[in-house]
């Protein structure tokens, strides 16, 4: 197992620049889409998530005091630090139980984007950029837990604070990125925010970068403070 992982390690940054070979993974991978896979309802049962939590979340708020507010900052760092946490040491290095999450990220979602060619091509290339909307319930049910701990600790409020608050962080993650990998050309990807954040994000998508450079994809705040951000020499080598 340990030579098998140490092999596939040392390949990313060996992925098929060319624009045949990105051809082909993205012929692969499409054609592994089951017929039944509708792209819009995939966006909509994964942002449905998170707006389901906010409305349940505000029907339960009552009484709201300006110090339980700092719920949400608290938790959005959190969120963030997680984010590059689990991009630099899941998504790009395999190992057992998260070999699957690894696949999906480096070999086939990296094979298909590229710096200079980030763009999808149709929407049901949203299934190559998306996580499935199980896995976006599944972070949410996994962080109900603490929220009814904080709840009990602290107050309701904060419980229901963090809940929300770490619920809609994922959504944005995945609406961001889903973003990024729009045409620039497009109406999203013409918004200044979007075309910043993109490009953070493309030079990620640069095989010989991708696993030390810009892990954050919403707001990249742990990619400052742990200073990952790509610099002038990280960006020479882009392709």
């Not at 729009?182 to 998508?205: K, T």
């Not at 010989?208 to 080598?237: Q, Y």
Request: charged share 20%; proline share 5%.
């Amino acid at each position: 197992m340990k030579a098998r992982n140490k092999k596939k390690q040392g390949t990313d940054s060996e992925l098929d620049r060319t624009a045949p070979g990105r051809e082909k993974a993205r012929a692969r991978l499409l054609a592994q889409i089951p017929r039944w896979y509708n792209p819009w309802l995939h966006l909509v049962a994964t942002t449905g998530i998170g707006v389901a939590v906010l409305v349940v979340a505000t029907l339960n708020v009552h009484g709201l005091k300006g110090v339980e507010l700092l719920m949400v900052p608290l938790v959005f760092l959190i969120s963030n630090a997680f984010e590059w946490l689990a991009h630099k040491y899941v998504l790009h290095r395999i190992f057992w139980p998260f070999g699957v999450i690894y696949e999906r990220h480096t070999p086939d979602h990296h094979a298909v984007y590229m710096t200079n060619d980030m763009t999808i091509r149709s929407t049901l290339e949203f299934r190559l950029v998306l996580i499935p909307a199980a896995g976006v319930l599944g972070i949410v049910l996994t962080v109900a837990p603490l929220a009814i701990v904080l709840a009990k600790l602290l107050s309701a409020n904060c419980g229901w604070l963090f809940l929300v608050t770490a619920s809609l962080y994922m959504v944005g993650y995945e609406v961001s990125h889903l973003a990024y990998h729009l045409a620039p050309e497009s109406f999203i990807g013409r918004l200044r925010l979007v075309r910043v954040l993109r490009e953070h994000h493309a030079q990620h998508h640069d095989p010989r970068l991708m696993r030390e450079w810009n892990f954050n994809v919403t707001i990249p705040v742990f990619d400052w403070v742990c200073g990952t951000i790509a610099n002038h020499e990280s960006k020479s080598k882009r392709i």
